[in-house]
């Protein structure tokens, strides 16, 4: 009787969950500050002066509370990167794209962001880099379209 | 023979229902930063930090790895655990484990919920199967309106009695600055609220809070060295059940999680008349009939006498056994972190630093308890004395 | 270590793409059987406590471990559930030993990947406030990780694609094996590119399965089997989890956690004092890059190690005998099924891919975004 | 604190949408499919203890024996007893769908004739006052060409009068 094998019964569905983020005292002022007047801070810690960016209110090195953000140029050096060629429904482009980790000048710890404006073949590590921002701001981290050659 | 664990540091933070000026990584940072200041030490000391909460109901996967930077966690050792209303006690559990094995001397345990980020009830209805039961179930308000039916048909609790647990749960939150819900309500106005779930009314029910609960346990050459008043976590229990269905022991002998925890703990320890040789009871009391009933369950009292020992006020905070006098869960419920607050709590009324929620008696021994999952039961038992 | 912790036996089911006629408590519940079978004690009677490893987001279930009791016949009994990698579920059970609280425990591992959309899930466990919106997943990660490994310690994308027709071939030998494929450098590389250079035939998989294991303490374990495997050195650590936080190729976590291991377990030069290891390798590019974390090679000569051929099945130190991840083992069951390859291993009971007189070996799990939680297992046969 | 009250925050909104394809496992595809097919509700035996089980498991909680054995399997209900139930009467995101709960809503625990095990499903009365634990309960079936072999083919739980 079970030599034909029966379809599996699945059940389709989701999980559908809204979530509303506060990003916190210190981190909305840096989104303020990016979507104002398209600048980029860090956060400089008050016991070992290390900068962290993007800025984050705990001292990676030293565990103290941060609490002020010093500006930073934007300018800065891509570490590495990838470029993505396959889709999936969380990506905020569409492949193929390049992303990569960017250290600011003036912070001691980098980001992770796009990088646009130059051929794919033409990035390199290493390469100097400098935010493009997007001209309609909402205080996030799209704000910043993508980081370029400088 | 295990080695001994002490608590040796205890922070948390205030509860409240919004806390917008803080990310939730800001949050357990707070909590893991009072407890390093009770305990008089630094991160660095930490040998290992673990963190528990729930997934979904913040909707990081992961969190233990993502919020590291904030909980002191990155760069050194650390585990997460989920287990619903239970994940608190499990911390404080694991926390144990990693001392009395061995492994370890010194270690931070982190219980948290940031809920004004998500949708409690949602995300609690997906602990059910999802082909089977989970349009049935909403939030965890259902199983616990089944079995505040089932009690008061078993034992004469009316909900007069539900409305006195929760007027005194209101006086004990007064007196505890860090409770969320401190405002004061007669029975009658607990009678006179909007009905949720019958019979739970919105009183009755727990809260949505957030809040962080952190606690450093020590090995007993480290507690002695560090710490001069360390809480001795003497004993625990973890008692799990089959899912759905075994908590209304149709055509059996009801015998739940609770029942068995209590078991084997007093029985482990000696403990013949737990009302007298513990002194308080911190229980993680999710609605209002959850403290009388339980206390049945747990084995400290008869059966059918919880809610007679509720209408003689004996489990008032000044009474002959006080109950949750932090105000309990039914006045704060940041769910990861309000099993591992009970620990907490109960550690506070052992070292005497409760504060103005301080329970009259001397507290020598103290129970705290941890529920959650499908009806599974957590039981500790601190002490002021190691042996 | 104080005491000694012994694992008596593991068992796996098959490793599929899909397991469509099987509930996830299925898995459990076969897992459970065979391992209660081949350690010859009684499920209900013998076992104190279960502790089972699942990740919410990947059941789409809040408290994945709901269900469990009635899989493993836990009613009324002591449990729990860690929610990360199954290796660190093996250490948690080591715990309750060692502690003396208990004598003999199961740990069990599922997971379901092909349910659902894996980039999705591990998009949800980034940082919500920087980088989440970016659409990051891991995929991009180890591309990063990978191209930065190239970029600093000059690796090639054939040195990756060697790991793939390795491990991919090792798994031919393996009756639990997914995907058991016989490839040339060329084929990996030509494979579709997902993120450069990780190419499809580089990343691990979409799999579904469980692995479970009994754990005792010495005496138990003794009486139970003429073959226990020891473990005798374990170490987790954490990274940071932004990548800008951490040089991705320095693997500081993996480095630490692995000599905690060795110096528990008195190993002092792994190379020669390890007959084989099980390693996390989520990517190729990963398997080079944790060998060298493991202080099996000096830093940056991953690609030599490959090239050396002393990784092979027949060679010097395998790596992956199994197939390794590549192979297609589904995420929080990857760590335990290292762990459980190694024991088998040790026993002398891994079939045809069993490696010659392995007296020690590595079992290695680790999770995250670029590998940001490492636990190393330390396991040998034998000894006082 | 004053001070904090002006200044702005910034709030990310985000919603997880994650598809899933649960596998309902043997035993259960059998009591859908049974269910799609024939309109009967299904349950299982234990062979060591005897208990019935409607849901159906695969193996049993208490003993762990097997209960896939096809031929021991019982139609259980229609008929059954409301064990105790509980009321919605605040609306909820229902997360498997992303729509709102439609309240009021009534969920009964329910013990099938012939069952050892609740079931739990909604009750068509919805007035607090009707539904008397203990009460005889019918479970509603949707129509053959309605039916997709899942829990909705039950419709409800109505109250009957024996």
């Known amino acids: 009787m079970e030599a034909v094998k029966k379809e599996p019964v699945l059940f389709e569905g989701y999980v559908i969950m809204p979530y509303k983020y506060s990003v916190g005292s210190l981190a909305s002022k840096f989104f303020i500050k990016l979507r104002d007047s398209k600048v980029l801070s860090g956060a400089k810690c008050p016991k070992c002066q290390m900068v962290n960016f993007p800025p984050r209110s705990v001292c990676p090195k030293c565990f103290s509370k941060v609490e002020e953000l010093v500006e930073l140029s934007g300018k800065g050096k891509l570490e590495t990167f990838t470029v993505v060629h396959y889709e999936s429904a969380v990506q905020a482009l569409k492949p193929p794209y390049a992303i990569g980790v960017i250290k600011l000048d003036g912070a001691d710890t980098a980001i992770t962001h796009f990088i646009g404006g130059v051929d794919f073949k033409d990035i390199k590590p290493g390469m100097k880099l400098e935010p493009v921002f997007k001209a309609k701001r909402d205080a996030n981290i799209l704000d910043i379209e993508y980081f370029q050659p400088a | 023979m295990a080695n001994r664990v002490a608590i040796v540091g205890i922070g948390q933070t205030t509860h409240s229902g919004r806390r917008p000026y803080v990310n939730d990584g800001e949050l357990i940072y707070d909590a893991v930063t009072k407890a390093l200041a009770d305990a008089d030490l630094s991160i660095n000391d930490m040998e290992s930090v673990m963190s528990g909460n729930m997934d979904l109901f913040e909707g990081h996967h992961l969190n233990d790895a993502m919020l590291n930077l904030y909980s002191g966690a990155a760069g050194k050792p650390g585990f997460k655990m989920n287990t619903g209303g239970t994940v608190g006690s499990m911390m404080a559990i694991q926390g144990w484990y990693h001392v009395a094995s061995g492994l370890f001397d010194l270690v931070l345990v982190i219980g948290w919920e940031k809920h004004d980020e998500g949708l409690v009830t949602p995300a609690i209805s997906t602990i059910t199967d999802p082909a089977v039961d989970r349009p049935f179930l909403v939030g965890a308000i259902g199983g616990l309106a089944t079995v505040s039916v089932a009690y008061m048909q078993r034992s004469g609790c009316k909900l007069e009695h539900a409305a006195m647990v929760r007027a005194n749960a209101s006086q004990a939150a007064a007196r505890n600055p860090n409770a969320h819900m401190r405002e004061i309500y007669s029975v009658e106005e607990v009678m006179n609220a909007r009905m949720v779930m019958y019979p739970l009314n919105l009183l009755m029910c727990c809260p949505t809070s957030l809040g962080a609960t952190a606690l450093i346990l020590a090995s007993e050459s480290k507690a002695k060295k560090i710490c001069k008043k360390p809480v001795w976590m003497k004993d625990h229990v973890t008692v799990h059940v089959e899912y759905g269905g075994a908590q209304f022991g149709i055509g059996e002998k009801r015998w739940t999680s609770h029942m068995e925890a209590g078991a084997k703990l007093f029985k482990r320890n000696n403990i013949t008349k737990p009302m007298v040789e513990t002194q308080v009871f911190e229980m993680y009391d999710p609605m209002a009939f959850a403290i009388p009933m339980w206390l049945e369950d747990f084995l400290i009292c008869e059966p059918n006498e919880g809610w007679k020992l509720v209408e003689k006020g004996a489990l008032k905070l000044e009474g002959e056994y006080p109950v949750s006098p932090s105000g309990g869960v039914l006045c704060t419920n940041s769910i990861g972190d309000s099993a591992i607050l009970r620990v907490a709590e109960a550690a506070l009324q052992i070292r005497g630093d409760a504060g103005e929620h301080q329970v009259t008696r001397e507290v020598k021994q103290a129970l705290a308890s941890g529920f959650g999952g499908s009806y599974w039961s957590d039981l500790l038992l601190l002490s002021k004395t190691k042996d | 270590m104080a005491g000694r912790v012994g694992i008596v036996a593991a068992s796996m089911t098959k490793f599929e793409a899909a397991k469509p006629y099987q509930h996830l408590m299925d898995l459990v519940v076969e897992v459970t059987d065979k391992v209660v079978e081949a350690a010859g004690i009684n499920l209900k009677d013998d076992v104190e406590a279960v502790i089972s490893c699942s990740q919410d987001h990947w059941d789409g279930r809040t408290i994945s471990s709901m269900p469990i009791p009635d899989a493993v016949c836990s009613h009324l009994k002591d449990e729990s559930k860690v929610a990360g990698d199954g290796a660190y579920a093996v250490l948690y059970g080591a715990m309750h030993i060692l502690s003396g609280d208990n004598k003999l425990v199961l740990v069990v591992s599922h997971c379901e990947e092909s349910i659902t959309d894996g980039t999705m899930i591990e998009n949800w466990s980034i940082d919500h406030i920087f980088h989440r919106m970016l659409g990051l997943d891991y995929t991009m990660g180890a591309a990063m990780q990978a191209k930065r490994y190239m970029d600093k310690y000059k690796l090639t994308p054939e040195q990756f694609a060697k790991v793939v027709v390795k491990n991919k071939g090792n798994a031919r030998k393996n009756q639990y094996a997914q995907e058991a494929m016989d490839l040339t450098i060329e084929q990996v590389l030509k494979s579709k590119m997902l993120a450069d250079p990780i190419t499809e035939l580089q990343k691990k998989p979409v799999s579904d399965g469980a692995c479970a294991m009994i754990l005792a303490n010495e005496e138990v374990a003794k009486k139970l089997t003429p073959h226990p495997v020891w473990i005798t050195g374990v170490g987790n650590y954490y990274e940071a989890h932004n990548p800008g936080d951490r040089d991705l190729v320095e693997c500081a976590a993996l480095i630490k956690a692995a000599q905690k291991a060795y110096k528990m377990a008195g190993i002092g030069n792994p190379a020669k004092d390890i007959d084989l290891v099980e390693l996390s390798e989520y990517y190729a590019p990963q398997e080079l890059l944790w060998t060298e974390g493991l202080g099996l090679c000096g830093r940056g000569e991953g690609g030599k190690l490959i090239d050396s051929g002393k990784t092979q099945l027949k060679g010097e130190l395998p790596v992956n005998p199994s197939g390794g991840l590549l192979s297609g083992i589904p995420v929080t069951v990857a760590g335990m099924t290292r762990v459980a390859e190694a024991v088998w291993q040790l026993q002398g009971i891994a079939g045809e891919h069993q490696v010659q007189g392995a007296r020690r070996a590595i079992a290695h799990g680790c999770g995250g975004l670029c590998g940001q939680m490492h636990c190393v297992l330390v396991l040998e046969k034998g000894g006082k | ?162």
């Open chain 4, 1 to 162: 604190m004053k001070a904090k009250t002006q200044e702005e925050l910034i709030y990310l909104n985000m919603t997880m949408k994650v598809p899933y394809k649960w596998r309902t496992g043997e035993t259960m595809g059998e009591f859908f499919r049974e269910l799609k097919e024939n309109g009967i509700i299904y349950a299982n035996q234990c062979p060591t203890c005897g208990r019935h089980f409607c849901l159906p498991k695969s193996v049993c909680t208490r003993d762990h024996t097997k209960c896939t054995e096809r031929s021991k399997w019982i139609p259980v209900g229609p008929k059954g007893t409301l064990v105790t139930y509980f009321m919605a009467e605040q609306s909820f995101l229902l997360p498997t769908t992303g729509e709102m709960l439609k309240i009021p809503f009534a969920v009964g625990i329910v013990l099938l004739d012939g069952a050892a095990v609740i079931l739990q499903h909604q009750l068509e009365e919805t007035d607090t006052e009707k539904i008397k634990p203990f009460m005889r309960v019918e479970a509603v079936i949707k129509p053959k060409e309605e039916r997709k072999g899942n829990i909705y083919d039950i419709v409800h739980f109505k109250t009957i009068h024996e």
